[in-house]
Every structure is written in structure tokens, then in C-alpha cells.
């Protein structure tokens, strides 16, 4: 009874934060943002979807991702595992960053400028993180998103790790985007829970925002089409 309740109120959080986004791109909503930066989580803010994403301003990396997701995120639970620190590299006004040192992965922090009550706010972010944390893996167990990869460092060859590891809590789907630009807006379907999709750029470093906003909507949208053809991918890999 209280699992089915469970399900019930995921499912409401779900069609809630779908009912804020601009209805001509709802479908934003279907998907969540892993790394390997904050490229598509920009790309939603573009579309006009904010969603509550564990991973969707972070840095990560793929192989240190896949052990993570791999043993649930357990990490992210501790809070003597969780250090939250002022970034200096991006100035005024003062930004700062959680580190996981264990998972080698940086998350923005919820807020910027000056904390007159720091102690207070590592607190509140370091349970934010947990909160993130609950539901990125629950959405891993109910099979309702496609988590994007953002692919500027990896190899395609880690693909297929980080899939199985997803699949360890759920039917999972990941679609896994780089750079090729003679295949722009394109999907392949590689496996059983698996996508590469290709854009034909993705944002410069030091202009984070200027996405290629048309590739990554046939991208998504590719991806959709996929996802419901094969009943989203379902089953579980407990490799």
C-alpha cells in the first residue's frame, strides 16, 4: 500500500512540474540531465522547463558516474562526504560548489553571493542534495525519464557501462549526445535502453549558453519517438 502511494505521489510531483513548462514543449519534461555539464540543462531552461535534477548543473565524468550510479549514489546521502565551497574562479558575485571527492562530481549550489549564515546554508544544500539524490533514483526505478549525457570528453565505449549500471535500480533509458555534424538531429538506437543522438556542436566552454538549440530539439525529440516505439525500452540489467 504505502509502495502504491509512493507511485501515486512521484507520478503527481511528475505531471506537476510537465503543467509549468510551455505547452508547446511539455516534452522537455520526459527527460533528465546526467553530466557531463550543464549543457542540457540549459537547453530545458531554453525550452522553458525548469526541473528539480540531481544532475542537471553538475560536472561529472563518465566512468566515476557509472560507479556511482552503480552502488545508488550512497555517498550522496553523507554529509562528511559532501564539501560545499566558494568556486573563485567565477568572481563576483561569489558562486559556490558542492564536491563529492568520492564520486568526482561538482554541483552548483542552489544559490550565489554572499551566505551571512554559511553553516546554515551547507546544511540546507547538503540535504537538498539528499532530497536530488531520493529522486534521481527513484526516477531510475520508474522508467519515466531518458537521462541525457552530455558527451564532450567521453568515449562512446562508456556509454553502454552507464546504461547498465542505470538499469541495475530500473528501465532505465539513456541517450547519449556528442558532437558529429554530418549526423545533426539524428538518433540511433544502440541496445536495449540505449541512445546516441548527435548535434552539430555543442556549446563553447566559455559560452556555456549559446546551445544549438534546433539540433538538441530533433535530438529530443528523435529520442522520444523511440523510446515509445519500444515500450520504453523496458527490463532491468543486474550485470
Not at 566512468?63 to 559532501?82: F, H, R
Not at 560548489?97 to 551566505?115: D, H, K, L, M, V
Not at 546554508?121 to 536530488?132: D, H, I, P
Amino acid at each position: 500500500m504505502l509502495q502504491q502511494l509512493g507511485s501515486f505521489a512521484r507520478a503527481a510531483r511528475w505531471k506537476a512540474e510537465i503543467a509549468l513548462i510551455r505547452p508547446r514543449y511539455r516534452w522537455i519534461g520526459r527527460f533528465s540531465a546526467l553530466g557531463e555539464n550543464c549543457e542540457f540543462g540549459l537547453v530545458q531552461r531554453r525550452l522553458g522547463a525548469e526541473p528539480l535534477d540531481l544532475f542537471r548543473f553538475s560536472c561529472t565524468r563518465a566512468g566515476s558516474l557509472t560507479s556511482a550510479v552503480g552502488e545508488g549514489l550512497q555517498d550522496l546521502y553523507d554529509p562528511k562526504k559532501i564539501d560545499v565551497r566558494l568556486m573563485p574562479e567565477f568572481g563576483e558575485p561569489p558562486v559556490y560548489g558542492i564536491f563529492t571527492p568520492s564520486y568526482n562530481c561538482a554541483f552548483y549550489a542552489s544559490e550565489s553571493g554572499r551566505q551571512a549564515d554559511f553553516e546554515g546554508f551547507v546544511t540546507a544544500e547538503r540535504r537538498r542534495l539528499a532530497f536530488l539524490t531520493r529522486k534521481f533514483m527513484e526516477d531510475c526505478e520508474d522508467g519515466a525519464k531518458i537521462f541525457v549525457f552530455t558527451a564532450r570528453f567521453a568515449a562512446a565505449e562508456e556509454a553502454a557501462p552507464l546504461r547498465d549500471a542505470l538499469r541495475r535500480h530500473g528501465p532505465a533509458t539513456l541517450l547519449w549526445v556528442s558532437a558529429k555534424p554530418q549526423k545533426a538531429g539524428t538518433v540511433e538506437v544502440a541496445g536495449e535502453g540505449l541512445l546516441f543522438g548527435f548535434v552539430d556542436r555543442l556549446a563553447p566552454v566559455e559560452q556555456a549558453k549559446d546551445v544549438s538549440l534546433e539540433a538538441w530539439k530533433r535530438v529530443c525529440l528523435g529520442a522520444i519517438g523511440f523510446w515509445e516505439q519500444n515500450g520504453r525500452f523496458g527490463g532491468r540489467h543486474d550485470g
